[in-house]
Structures are given as C-alpha cells and as structure tokens.
C-alpha cells in the first residue's frame, strides 16, 4: 500500500502561485501514473491533474490547464504542482495518489489517501 505525504499549501492572494509536492513510498513510484486531485468544502474531490511513469504524458482538467504544472522527480519519489495565477476557487484540499496502472485513466478509485494539504486563495 502506498504512503502519500502532501505539502505546500498555504494562504495566497489571486494571482499568486504555489508549489505542492507529494511524497510517496510503499510502493515502486516510478512504474506509475501519479495524479493530484482537490476537494472544495461542500464538494466532491476532483480530478486535477495526472501524469504519467516518464512525465512525457500529463493530463489535466479543463479548469486548470494553462495555469498548472505536473512534474515528478522518480529519483526522489516525489510529484509536484506548479499552481500559477491562482483564483479563488482553486481554494481546496489538495490531495495526490498514486494509481495502480501506468497508463491514465478516468474515474479510477482509490483505497486510501493521504491527509492532503489546504490551499486558500483570497480575492
């Protein structure tokens, strides 16, 4: 089973960037697509974005692509995301998981998650 550790988060005006980073271990990372994901308060978590074993695929929703970056960093079993021109409704719980496959796909559903890291964009 693999262990998730999300960080970065914080408290930014619109605009503004940050940079997450998932930490992972338990299972070998870099035969996976890894993906992040958010969860706004009265929501359901939402796919973000995904990346693939290389990072030559990356996939990412219609609300964020252009402003997000997936990368990862296999050596050191962390993925990361770049948020750029943050809006306030990017404000969530961002959460990363790993999945079972190297291919990406949509709705996959994960066993467990980790205890993600709050993102808050003021107006």
């Known amino acids: 089973q693999v262990q998730l550790a999300e960080s970065g988060g914080g408290l930014v005006q619109a605009g503004g960037s940050l940079r997450l980073s998932c930490a992972a271990s338990?299972?070998?990372?870099?035969?996976?697509?890894m993906g992040w994901f958010r969860q706004a308060p009265g929501k359901e978590r939402e796919f973000v974005a995904a990346?693939?074993?290389?990072?030559?695929?990356?996939y990412y929703a219609d609300s964020v692509r252009g402003r997000f970056t997936i990368s990862r960093d296999n050596a050191k079993n962390t993925v990361f995301l770049q948020m750029n021109s943050l809006k306030p409704e990017d404000t969530a719980v961002y959460y990363c998981?790993?999945?079972?496959?190297?291919?990406?796909?949509?709705?996959?559903?994960?066993?467990?998650w980790g205890q993600g890291t709050q993102v808050t964009v003021s107006a």
């Open positions: 338990g299972r070998t990372f870099s035969n996976y697509v």
């Open positions: 998981n790993q999945y079972t496959t190297t291919y990406y796909y949509t709705g996959a559903n994960f066993g467990s």
């Open positions: 990346i693939n074993w290389s990072g030559g695929n990356k």
